[in-house]
């Protein structure tokens, strides 16, 4: 949305006010709120303003009735002044702009803390089972030295062993 559309949003609102047609209730209230909420953001002072609103007055029952509707007119102004100062201040400032979240930040820190450990219990686990590959290699390897080893030991024989090719070589 843009300033023109907000601007032109909230002077429908204002005319919904000054229409004695239209009855001024929680609805507009609720509608505004909505609006001035997209407009200014959820912490905003304006939306804090109008989601407080009300358009009821407290009168006792010995108060005259010109005087109920002086009280009535009083909140229709104020309505009407704020929506004016709400137009202002988007032509002035512009509209309230959401801050570009990070993916992390999204989440809620439970969901956060098991994604990561998650991953690192699964990066442990692929290191361990590569780890332990390359042992048991290395053993099975060892294994078959120390057979050949006893082997020529048990025939008397003197080996002369290059493990990198594998060949053994008997000299007597």
Not at 16 to 35: G, I, M, P, R
Not at 40 to 50: A, H, L
Not at 137 to 159: C, F, P, T, W
Request: proline letters at 1%; one cysteine or more.
């Amino acid at each position: 949305m843009n300033r023109k559309s907000a601007i032109k949003i909230l002077r429908k609102q204002k005319a919904k006010l000054t229409d004695k047609n239209h009855y001024n209730d929680e609805t507009w209230v609720f509608q505004t709120a909505s609006y001035i909420k997209d407009f200014f953001g959820y912490n905003s002072t304006e939306y804090s303003f109008i989601s407080k609103f009300s358009f009821t007055v407290k009168v006792l029952n010995i108060t005259p009735p010109e005087e109920t509707l002086q009280l009535i007119k009083e909140k229709e102004q104020k309505a009407l002044n704020f929506l004016d100062d709400c137009v202002e201040t988007i032509s002035n400032k512009g509209l309230y702009k959401r801050d570009n979240i990070i993916f992390l930040k999204k989440l809620v820190n439970v969901k956060t803390i098991g994604l990561i450990l998650s991953i690192g219990a699964t990066i442990f686990l692929i290191g361990y089972y590569f780890g332990t590959e390359k042992i048991n290699k290395e053993n099975i390897e060892l294994n078959r030295e120390v057979k050949i080893l006893r082997d020529s030991l048990n025939q008397g024989i003197v080996i002369e062993n290059d493990f990198s090719t594998d060949k053994v070589l008997n000299t007597k």
